[in-house]
DNA sequence: TTGTAGGCGTTATCAG
DNA sequence: CTGATAACGCCTACAA
């Protein structure tokens, strides 16, 4: 593999210049530009720029830290990062943390070994050290679907509690009483707290007591939505509705319903959390809160890079939801 | 940020030490080891392994390249093949192509630029100049998603003729004749040109006559399966069966067929490719074939070390596809 | 506009 | 078991 050693010398010129047709081309006059040009496609030269992020420390490179590619909100929000960091000529490293904090925590240390120049991440704990030690560093990164709306770390996010609120109002606006959720762990998923939060305090607005019975805590997985809606059926006084902390939990919920001979939306509406595509495609199609996947990724990229340029003061926005009334909600039965 | 230079000094020995205490402890005294790993804390000592990859050159990246991480199948792969990156200690690039064969151009290119120890590719042609010009530089990489069973190219697929041919078997022996077929654009991939392959070879195979008029070509996504469809069932003579080169064009088809009026399976039936797993979770529930993505992609990063470890001669395996049959299939209507 | 030369952090070779 | 030192490929003052 030549160097741009063997270029220079083949063209008879210094490295600094082929460096520089390389990096700054208009510094160079023409014919020596030309010159070099040739060269390097004489000794089929390949530019190595692991060695120039050695060199100038940025390696053009950042990471990406979120629970799991398999959930297509991840992997919409994912392709929303990528094709940013595309535009600024960067690669993304990706890691799953499967919802563990230590892996997340492993995924940080790597990642910042590799000399990534900064970090977006999806946490499994806002409140952790991880973070924490990462800004008093003075590390760049930011948080993606991020709970926090204030303080000192980037973010962006979207308002968790409005979402699980609206879902809750429009199911008590069907005129149901008894509503259910099936939520991920709180101990994993902040997201899914605030959800919950949401979820409370709109049945106390309107005057519903707190069941905690009708909450189930669990990993996200259509399998254990599936199981979980069964548990919820099982109860003396079941819910009419159940709102899913996201829809991967929804659709499995609906299958769950389905085995236990339910017809939906007639006899029990269920609601999702997030908008992932397929959830307008099936039967019934998935009433659910969108949020916007994407767009939320490449704003997480792009404040990324701002706050890698010029590490001001922190910013955090939050992204609009937006209640999805589809066919898997209906009124109260009877 | 401190390096094995000043860890070095703290500690009283040289930086060979540092950095044997770092690579293989076992090959210093222990009261030395101590002794350094003390100073290295002191300082806040953090390992730089661009550094390494620099002086070692072998970066402990690898690159994936796939059409699009939108698509489970592909999200199921990825974390196949990171799961088994992790066990060797390597991070994972990861770039869509977005079906495009000047992005998948771009994408080499700029990995291996940044050094990667090899490359994954599920290609868009693998007749291209791309991977030849990989092999002839004797770049380590494989394929995924492969097609091709024999020859110069390290590669993990699976058999996408038997497929088709099982799916539209499957059609037959349920009295279908009038089979027709949403694939993905030929052009873009020779998966879903060898599944067509099978499908109608097993029409002849069976005294069918071959119809060019039932198959579409289009993009694979949700939305081109609900159009396509609705565009075979405008034919004079519509089909009763429909095959999708993927679950995503299938789960699209579903939803135009019913926009249609039609009762599913009762009034067509459909069957998909992939076998994601919500295949299992729609209504009708998908008959598709399924494919082992995950280990696929296991495989796949597997085979690529042993590439780079031993470049001995090229390695195919094609693993096994299995014909699920679920509810969206039933006998010909009438 | 171009050349010289030192530096980036780690590894690896060769002595001791 | 440990130390000295030359790579590794590119960038970037600084000088010419």
Known sequence: MSTIFDVAKLAGVSTATVSRVINSPEMVRTQTREKVTRAMKICNYKYNSLARGFATKQSNTIGLIIPTINNPVFAESTRGVQDYADVRKTQVIL?????????????????????VDGLIITTTNPRGNILKTL????YPFVLLYSTIKTGPFWAVGIDNYRGGYKVTDHFISLGHRRIGMVAGNFSISDRSFHRWHGYRQCLLDHGIA???NLLIQTDYSLTEGQG???????????????FCSNDYL??????????????LPKDL???GFDDIEIASYVIPALTTIRQPAYEMGKLGAELLFQRMENPAR?????????????????????
Chains 1, 2 share one sequence.
């Open 210 to 212: 707190y069941d905690k």
């Open 250 to 263: 929804a659709l499995g919920a609906m299958k769950g319903a389905r085995e236990r001979g339910l017809k």
């Open 314 to 334: 922190p910013i955090q926005r939050m992204l609009g939801t937006e209640l999805i009334v589809r066919d898997s909600t209906a009124r109260v039965p009877g």
């Open 135 to 138: 800004a008093d560093e003075n």
């Open 228 to 242: 979980s809606v069964k548990t919820l059926l099982s109860l003396a006084d079941p819910p009419t509705a159940i």
């Open 95 to 115: 890691g799953n943390t499967y919802y563990q904090y230590d892996q997340e925590k492993t995924l940080v240390d790597t990642l910042r070994e590799k000399q």
């Open 269 to 271: 509406s269920i609601a």
